[in-house]
Structure formats: structure tokens, C-alpha cells
DNA sequence: GTCTATATTTGGATAGAC
DNA sequence: GTCTATCCAAATATAGAC
């Protein structure tokens, strides 16, 4: 195994464009960043970068593919187990998203997801299906269950869903452009908590 | 009356740069907007525009400059009164956030606002301030004064203020997004009434 | 795989004629 | 106020030597 896994080390180079457009992209944009700066920074020439991709597009594709890749950790059976929890299953959702918004590399990703989403499609349309869609569903499901055994009130739980997801994506924007700015956050950091507690009042039977 | 105000008719060409400006800028952002495209969809040469303009960030700031303009129509008194209805009063704010949301003009100005909000300084500190702060304390004051004459449960003022705007401004998020690929938003155009529905019942006494 | 050199395009901005 | 012509800088991309 490591054998294999050792056998193409070095140069390298391929990874490291990626890992510095990354950070070119989550803090100019597309357009903001030039393969100029992207190759100067790898410590090559722009000509050398074009040894490893067809152009600039096809790097920064290859940036945002990732950057909607598992968001969550939850699978169908562990929805219904933590759902009859009530509100834990909401604390945990909530922490998750907490995690995300504070990590360094989901930072960055959600800089670039933010900064393209006016100017991409195909960024909008993953927005859309894996930022938005895919949490809509896991908290359906979550609220579904609670409402079966009356944990909670009975309403809509796409809905509610949506009231839930809502403040949380919106306390992530603020914190991070808050952090962009180096202004401190610790006024919010608590926001994830406080949103959990109000909306389970709103919400518990 | 009539006789100044036309007097400086035709040939309105700084106008025209103005509002050609602000739809490029909108769908394009500051980068991606050139001052050739600007001159060309006004229909004259580049170099007419400098005498106008003293370079291209001096028209994207006077396009920026109303961005934030007088959002939402109440004063202190008025703040009071709507208050005392209760429901009424989130269903005005929510109504006066729809309207912008499908407004033509104020829907161009909440793009460039996305577009730029990661890359002007400027354009966050004013969101911080006229977008989020200002809401939030019109909020504020409203929940505080039925919370007086017990209409709705005793909580934090502030954080339910956080919670009932965050979701307005997702669901603009969602909208804007959405009719910028020309999708039907048939499906969003109640979430705000359902956003009102939702929230007092989950505050009313 | 990286370099130098260069082609090509695009964009911001100015000079001077009309 | 607008035009043509032009300049300059920056950026994408390619060719060919090492």
C-alpha cells in the first residue's frame, strides 16, 4: 500500500496550484485572480502552469468541486434516531453548521461560493441543489418525525425547515464577513446557540 | 417650475452612462464590467465617457451610492403605532421586503450588493449598518412594545428581531438568485406570508 | 516540467480633430 | 460632447529551447 500511494510523490506541483488557487479564489474571485498571481505564488512561471491544466476555468472547476462535498453527516437511520431527541437533533445540526463556518477551508469555499454566485451558474445550481435542497431534506425528515410523536407542533415541515436553515445561513454570512475583516466575532459566536433555544420554544409542544 | 427642469434636457448622456452602469455592474460586478461595455450600450465611444466620468470607479461608486437608500418607511411614532397590530406589523415589514425583492431597480442594487460584498470593504460596512442594524432596530422596538402589552411571549427583543429578518433575507436570497436564470419563482412568491404565518405563531402569547 | 520569449486580447485612459 | 487614433498595462495563452 504505501508503496503505491508513495510511488508518484513529488513534483507535486499539480496539488499545489490547487491548494493556491484555492486561496486566490476565496479571496478574489474569478476574475480578481489572475494566473499570473496563481503561478508567481506556486513559485513557477504562468507557461509552466498550463503543463498541468487546459486553463484558468478548468482549475477553478476543479477548486469549487469541492466545495460542496459533504456538508453533513447524517444518513437516513441516524436521522430518525437523533430526530427523537427533539431538540439535540437540532443542536447538532446547528453545531455542524457552527464547525463549517468557523473551519478555515469552509471559510474560504463559502468566500468563493458567495463571490461567484452571481456570476456562475453552475455555482447557483449547486447552491441551490446541494446547499439548500439536500439540508431542506435532512430537516424535513428530522421535523416529520418529531411531529409523529408530538415532540413538536404540527405545521409544515418544509416550512419549518426553511425558518431554520434561513438563520443559519444568514448568521454564517455575518460572521463571515466579520472574520474578513478581522472584526471580532465573539458578539455572535453564541448566535448558533441562541437561534437553537428560540426556535425550539417556537416550535416544542 | 416646468421651464428649469427642462432646460438641461438632451442630451442626458450621464444618465444614460448611469443606468446602463448600474445594469452591467449588477449582472457583472465592479471586474467585470468594462468601461467599453458601458460606452458601447450607450451607444457612444469610450473615450465620450470621460467627460462625464472621471474614470470607471468614480460611476461605480455614484451607482453604489443609492444602494442603500431608504429601504423601509417607518418613523418613530409610526413604529408604535404599527406595533400595537401586532401580526399586522411583521406583515407590513415582511410586504415592504417583498416589494423590494420584486422591484426592478432594488433587485439590480441586491446584486451588485452580493457581488461586491466580498470585495469592498465600503459595501460590508454598509450592510452591517443600513442593511442588518437598521432592520434589526426598527425590529427591535416593535417586538419590545408588544412584548409591553403582552401580544406576544417575553424573549430578547434583539434575538427575535435576528431570527424574523434572517429568513426575509434568505428568501430575497433565494428569489434574486432565481429569477437571474429567469427560473419561475411561483413556488417563493407566499414564502413571505408563510414566513409571517409561521413566526407569530411561534411568538404569540 | 520548467524556462524565455512572444503572440494576442482586453481594458483603462489620453490627445487632438471636428 | 463625441469622434478617431493611440498608448500602456495586464492578462490569457502558445512555441520552442533546455
Redesign the interface.
Known sequence: MSDNTMVHKRTGTKEKILKVSKALFSE??Y??TSVRKIASNVGIRESAIYNHYMNKEEIFLEVAKDMFSSPFSFNDGEIRESAMKGKAFLHKFAMQYKLLTFDKYNESMF?IL??E???N?DI?EQ??NEF?NKNIKVLSEGFFIMMQNTLI?S??PM??S??F???L???RL?IT?MR??SISTTSLST?FE??VD??W???KS
Chains 1, 2 share one sequence.
Do not use: A, N, P, V
Open positions: 478574489y474571485g476574475k480578481g468566500r458567495l463571490i454566485l452571481l456570476q451558474k447557483r447552491f441551490m439548500h407542533r405545521s409544515d416550512i419549518m426553511y425558518e436553515l434561513s438563520t445561513f444568514y448568521i455575518q464577513l474578513y475583516d448566535q441562541k437561534h428560540f426556535f420554544e417556537s416550535i
